[in-house]
């Protein structure tokens, strides 16, 4: 199964409440294709609005690591260690709710 179909999963799991299943499922995500970003992005953005800041941060430093040219996990990155991001509601397993 391609990442992108794994990821769409994950986040319909997750805006159904069911946040750790989604994050088990980035999880395998991330094991199966760990050389793709939306794998990589998608857990640690689950899991940093879940509360866990110290994963995602160092997620993407790894990433950027190995991919020091990736403008986005950059810009993620310096928004993260900024204080986050201010509105994660699209995101969050109550929105439209």
């Given amino acids: 199964m ?20 989604a994050v088990f499922l980035f999880r395998r ?5 760990p050389d793709r970003y939306i794998p990589n992005e998608s857990l640690a953005d689950a899991l940093w ?6 994963t995602p941060l160092q997620m ?7 991919n020091p040219d990736h ?8 928004t993260l260690k900024a204080g986050g991001l201010r509105d994660w509601s699209p995101l969050r397993a109550d929105a439209g709710r």
């Fill in 49 to 54: 609005i879940m509360g866990d800041h110290e």
């Fill in 29 to 33: 995500n991330l094991e199966a294709f």
């Fill in 2 to 21: 391609a990442p992108a179909v794994l990821d769409g999963l994950g986040w319909g799991l997750y805006r159904s409440g069911l946040q750790e299943d």
């Fill in 60 to 66: 993407y430093e790894d990433w950027l690591e190995r």
């Fill in 71 to 78: 403008a986005m996990a950059r810009r993620l990155l310096t």
